[in-house]
């Protein structure tokens, strides 16, 4: 009997000999996120909506149990590409998940490519990274920077006014989502009168308050995004210095006026108009789960964008080595499982461009509202339905 026992299972390892190892193996996952400096809050949210994910799947997927590899990338290009080589070459990782900033992604995006390993992004919005230098083994998850940022510059020009100031950080992201407002912006006839460009981690806006000031009679919005906890600063000084006293009405990505900056913001945050691809507030069983679930892990504490991309990611990645069986060793099947598979996520329906690897989503326009017991939410104004980015120059 024993001899028996010992030639069967000799024989199933022969048969499946590629599943029956990945099955036995550990699924190896790096997170390439900060955990210090002016991005350190974005990388803390993406592992709280990453860990509740795994946590709903046991810490398994397609029988493999699931390892996470961390180390501090500072959001800085040269260290996030020393870890991402390391993870590479001496962990062999299944999966990297990272990073926040536009920067990064493209400073990584070469090693990525030519190691054949899977990137998930689960924030930098860089459009070039699903564009004209997107590669097949990069899957984003969270936005472009056009995509989240055109929708506003459509909906100001036909529901706020003509007339728009922008004010962004001088970095990849903001250079991108200015352009992107712009365009939308200026396509249903608005004109974007002055620009401006603050170092990323300013604290004082008093130089661009005054700036604005001299054009706030003309002014029908200030579209703004600033990364960090530098972004309730400008909204706190810009509603302290008065200018919002008028018709002038704040603007900018969702994420300038959400769930992780309300209570930095207070009362100065009502009344912003926001685009993106998630508020807390949306109404639907699926979110009003998501958000229960969340609340149960961490303390009652309200989900916000960069929580669900954090969720979303861990879910793509657990439903894709679901489908090819906890077999990955076919980068080619293990894409197309990946750019197949649709999630019912707590932002709406998405699913992976397999032209581009972005993510295709809905985009809503938002406004802050004080509610009747006194908490902050957000109204729905309009949802731009399942916004996919033509991601130019890319040829997948």
Request: charged share 20%; proline share 4%.
């Amino acid at each position: 009997m024993k001899n028996t026992v010992i030639a069967l299972a000799a024989a199933a390892a022969l048969t499946l000999p590629g599943l029956a190892g990945a099955q036995g193996k550990d699924l190896k996952i790096a997170m390439l996120l900060p955990t210090s400096a002016v991005f350190a809050v974005y990388g803390e949210a993406i592992m709280e909506g990453f860990n509740l994910a795994l946590e709903e799947a046991g810490n398994k997927a397609a029988g493999r149990n699931i390892v996470l590899l961390k180390e501090d990338n500072k959001e800085d290009p040269r260290t996030s590409l020393s870890l991402v080589r390391k993870y590479i070459k001496d962990d062999n990782v299944d999966f990297i998940v990272g990073p926040i900033a536009s920067h990064v992604v493209a400073a990584i995006r070469d090693d990525i490519h030519r190691s054949k390993t899977f990137l998930v992004v689960p924030n930098a919005g860089n459009n070039d990274v699903t564009g004209k230098t997107c590669s097949p083994y990069i899957i984003r998850t969270s936005f472009s920077n056009w995509q989240a940022n055109y929708p506003m510059g459509l909906y100001a020009a036909e529901a706020v006014g003509k007339s728009a100031y922008t004010v962004a950080s001088n970095y990849d992201a903001g250079r991108e989502m200015a352009a992107a407002f712009a365009q939308g912006f200026a396509e249903k006839g608005g004109k974007v009168t002055a620009e401006e460009w603050p170092a990323l981690g300013t604290a004082d806006f008093a130089p661009t308050i005054t700036n604005v000031r001299g054009k706030a009679a003309d002014l029908d919005t200030l579209w703004s995004f600033i990364p960090g906890t530098s972004g309730p600063r400008l909204v706190n000084q810009v509603s302290q210095s008065g200018l919002r006293s008028g018709k002038l009405k704040l603007s900018g990505p969702v994420f300038m006026a959400d769930e992780l900056f309300f209570g930095a913001m207070g009362d100065a945050a009502i009344g912003m108009l926001g685009s993106g691809h998630y508020v807390a507030s949306i109404d639907t069983p699926r979110n009003n789960a998501f958000q229960a679930a969340f609340r149960k892990k961490y303390g009652n504490k309200v989900a916000h964008v960069v929580h669900v991309q954090g969720y979303d990611s861990a879910k793509l990645i657990l439903a894709a080595v679901e489908a090819t069986k906890g077999d990955l060793s076919d980068k080619d099947k293990l894409r197309a499982a990946m750019t197949s598979v649709q999630l019912d996520s707590p932002r709406g329906k998405i699913s992976i461009d397999p032209k581009t690897g972005n993510v295709v989503q809905n985009i809503y326009i938002t406004e802050v509202i004080k509610r009747a017991d006194g908490t902050l939410g957000h109204k729905v104004l309009r949802t731009y339905d399942q916004v996919r980015d033509k991601g130019e120059g890319c040829a997948l």
